[in-house]
Antibody, heavy 114, light 107 residues
Framework: EVQLVESGGGLVKPGGSLRLSCAAS????????MNWVRQAPGKGLEWVSS????????YYADSVRGRFTISRDYAENSLYLQMNSLRAEDTGVYYC????????WGQGTTVTVS | DIQMTQSPSSLSASVGDRVTITCRAS??????LAWFQQKPGKAPKSLIL???NLQSGVPSRFSGSGSGTDFTLTISSLQPEDFATYYC?????????FGGGTKVEIK
């Protein structure tokens, strides 16, 4: 079964850091670009960051560039999001999602900055 | 950045109704458009990619059309399980961008 499972969310003070993880299974991880998409409470979907299949290219929303870093580990079949200098407006559910479309989503992990 | 504008932002409809949601891109994106369905407290679900290609397992009452800047998601006969929020997303260029969403509610 194709599956993405996020972890690492929690409550953090403004200015703090968190590292989100996404464990991928059931597909060949190295052949898909991967994304982080977030959703603030009661709001719509916001793309945060993507990483290429090779891991060489990374893309960021203007709102997180310079503060967040996306990475992937092929041995662990995992995607990561290092989040630094967190702000209240970073609060929300963070989803890991497969591919540029994207066609498979995790269940999400909640980040609260307060 | 490419802006995606969905309309309407919400609609009320009855079971059996035909529902149409529109998504407009601020510049041409060919057919690099996806549609998603999201129910409260759940992750989004992929419905359509490449503007008109139904994902496996998605009921045939869902259809997508369009190219360039104007796109449409149609539900031919609304079912109880279709009440949800729908989002379009362009994947022509980074940054990837989503529409603001259309909430489909029960009339």
């Amino acid at each position: 079964e194709v599956q993405l499972v996020e972890s690492g969310g929690g409550l953090v003070k403004p200015g703090g850091s968190l590292r989100l993880s996404c464990a991928a299974s059931g597909f060949t991880f190295s052949t898909y670009s991967m994304n982080w998409v977030r959703q603030a409470p009661g709001k719509g979907l916001e793309w945060v960051s993507s990483i290429s299949t090779s891991g060489i290219s990374a893309y960021y929303a203007d709102s997180v560039r310079g503060r967040f870093t996306i990475s992937r580990d092929y041995a662990e079949n995992s995607l990561y999001l290092q989040m630094n200098s967190l702000r209240a407006e970073d609060t929300g559910v963070y989803y890991c999602a497969r591919g540029r479309t994207p066609d498979v989503w995790g269940q999400g992990t909640t980040v609260t900055v307060s | 950045d490419i802006q995606m504008t969905q309309s309407p932002s919400s609609l009320s409809a009855s079971v059996g109704d035909r529902v149409t949601i529109t998504c407009r891109a601020s510049q041409g994106i060919s057919n690099y458009l996806a549609w998603f369905q999201q129910k409260p407290g759940k992750a989004p679900k992929s419905l359509i990619l490449a503007a008109s290609n139904l994902q496996s397992g998605v009921p045939s009452r869902f259809s997508g059309s369009g190219s360039g800047t104007d796109f449409t998601l149609t539900i031919s006969s609304l079912q109880p399980e279709d009440f949800a929020t729908y989002y379009c997303q362009q994947y022509n260029t980074y940054p990837l961008t989503f529409g603001g969403g259309t909430k489909v509610e029960i009339k």
